[in-house]
């Protein structure tokens, strides 16, 4: 059987924690790991602390396979998770001489300090880099340092997967109940009981009608247990429309 | 001087780590308590599991003033953020007269068991309720537990945030660059170091133009210290541009 595959999240940013930015990251990555079979368990939104960042990393990259970063790499005072990591792994941090040529190519002149804090990297960091990307994010160890940057972010993630060791994916199907979640709740916890291999979750919603109405989503990384649950929930939910 | 009233926000749900619900709770909480001068320091999202919600619940109450949660209080097997509270706390959950009261009068027959768990209250804990709401959230100690659907969330907040303490709000300015965060990130560094009580962020996007340009945010819980490091900011940008 293949190993289960983990991850945290790390979102770095006094701007998240004030609301001033809203957060777009963590939806992205969590459907991202889903998709490669990796399991999102935790996500962590901490400030541009030292104390606070290294504190909430080494709480994540010694629980689970991954850990990926977002923010805090850019060329600011506030600008502190480069810092941070190395600090968390006790290694020290210097300017990539590759990064630095990219910047003084593109810079020239402008390639000031300010810019060249970006070019800093922790010692026995992988660079996360492509052509489009100015600053690079970077891998240490189990843990991944991407932009705050959506756009830049998500294509890091395309980057970096590849060197990712990923899971057995997580399977899916659901069910649109045409039942309130109230209506539904014992006969779920009966099947969830008698499926415990397979996750059963219960979502409500209203429906175009403006009724309440629930879907229903069996998970499981076995194909045939998922649709042995499913086909259980589908018979309790035709039973009940029937005696409606 | 005032008390510094601050903050932890710990959602609660798989459907927020698998991707497929994206969270809209942290951003309108964030700004929620901005706005009422509650400093949000941390977020945690964790799965619908117990051992998870209660370390994570002790974790954010015995470090912060408030633990705002979301998730976990509808009627299904998922369910399970007031068990987990009342773990946390060491008290027990009873279901409460006043609520099942309610649910009888709405529900009739159909106050099943399942819709009765939402009726599922940690003793000595206060009702977050209004006549519109049909399952409450509730308040014990310093954590208040709201649904996770936000439209619910948003009334809950409306109802407890009257009876918490607020602080001194923490004021803020901004002011459009017109440059590149790597073109200010030194002159920045060095107005922060001369007003460190005030807090300097430099925020990049696109402008309208496709430009690289940045905001600059100065915040700070007094008036005029807020103003002097603002007017610094302006000073160096004016000179700036001047010079481009």
């Given at each position: ?125 992988e660079l996360i880099e492509s052509a489009t990307i100015l600053a690079p994010g970077f891998k240490i160890d189990n843990v991944i340092v991407m932009a705050g940057v959506p756009s830049i972010m ?41 499926h415990p291999d397979t996750s059963i979750g219960s979502y409500p919603f209203l429906d175009e009608n403006g009724k309440p109405n629930t879907n229903v989503v069996v998970r499981s990384r076995d ?22």
């Amino acid at each position: 059987m293949s190993e289960i595959v983990t991850a945290g999240i790390l979102v770095i940013g006094d701007e998240i924690l004030s609301g001033r930015t809203k957060d777009k990251n963590i939806g992205f990555i969590a459907e991202y790991l889903t998709n490669i079979g990796i399991d999102l368990k935790e996500v962590r939104v901490v400030a541009d602390d030292e104390g606070a960042i290294i504190e909430a990393l080494d709480a994540l990259r010694n629980r689970y396979t991954y850990v990926f970063t977002t923010g805090g790499i850019g060329p600011t005072h506030d600008d502190i998770t480069a810092d941070s990591v190395a600090k968390a792994f006790r290694v020290g941090i210097h300017h990539h001489p590759d990064v630095v040529a990219r910047f003084r190519e593109r810079f020239g002149a402008d390639a000031n300090e300010a810019r060249l804090r970006m070019a800093r990297i922790p010692d026995g960091a992988e660079l996360i880099e492509s052509a489009t990307i100015l600053a690079p994010g970077f891998k240490i160890d189990n843990v991944i340092v991407m932009a705050g940057v959506p756009s830049i972010m998500q294509a890091m993630m395309d980057i970096i997967t590849p060197r990712l060791k990923s899971g057995v994916r997580m399977l899916s199907d659901s069910v649109r109940a045409n039942a309130r979640e109230g209506d539904i709740g014992g006969p779920l916890r009966a099947i969830q009981e008698a499926h415990p291999d397979t996750s059963i979750g219960s979502y409500p919603f209203l429906d175009e009608n403006g009724k309440p109405n629930t879907n229903v989503v069996v998970r499981s990384r076995d194909e045939a247990r998922l649709q042995a649950a499913m086909d259980e929930v589908k018979a309790m939910l035709a039973g009940l429309n029937v005696a409606r």
